[in-house]
């Protein structure tokens, strides 16, 4: 039988076309859930990040200079009491983000932070708050500002 047609025909994808179709389908959901990442969070931990830097280098400059070191939260920012003016460093430094709220939790009533001169402060905690998102940033009074999970400072 010359010119017949083959007794099956080809019908469906073959594995290697599924595979191709579904490798895509994986990296396109991945760029979708990339791009949704939820802005609020990310801008609360810039935030942390950036007021755990500032703390801790307060604190060292106190330890270094011997000179005690506060720092408090003002309505559009926060300062540090006892560190030398720096060229180009306003009094009151902005927050990143003017919705920014924070509350001192511990030690309780506290208005402000003690970063030293001594090598020993007390433990502390603030939370850090950007809409409905809340960090928590603390020390236990000899490890460094961290942001710590809730129940990590007594």
Do not use: N
């Not at 270094?64 to 720092?71: E, F, H, R």
């Amino acid at each position: 039988m010359t010119g017949s047609l083959p007794s099956r025909l080809v019908r469906g994808f073959t594995l290697l076309e599924l595979l191709v179709v579904v490798a895509i389908v994986a990296l396109a959901t991945g760029g979708v859930s990339l791009a949704l990442r939820d802005d609020s969070g990310t801008r609360l931990e810039r935030e942390a990040q950036r007021l755990v830097a500032l703390l801790e280098s307060a604190r060292a400059r106190s330890r270094v200079s011997g000179v005690p070191v506060y720092w408090r939260s003002r309505a559009q920012g926060f300062e540090f009491i006892g560190l030398p003016a720096s060229p180009g460093t306003p009094p009151v430094q902005a927050w990143l983000h003017p919705d920014t709220r924070i509350q001192i939790v511990q030690p309780a009533g506290a208005q402000t932070l003690t970063l030293g001169p001594e090598p020993l402060i007390p433990a502390q905690r603030l939370w850090l708050w950007l809409g409905d998102r809340r960090l928590t940033l603390g020390t236990d009074g000899l490890a460094p500002f961290a942001v710590q999970a809730d129940g990590d400072l007594p």
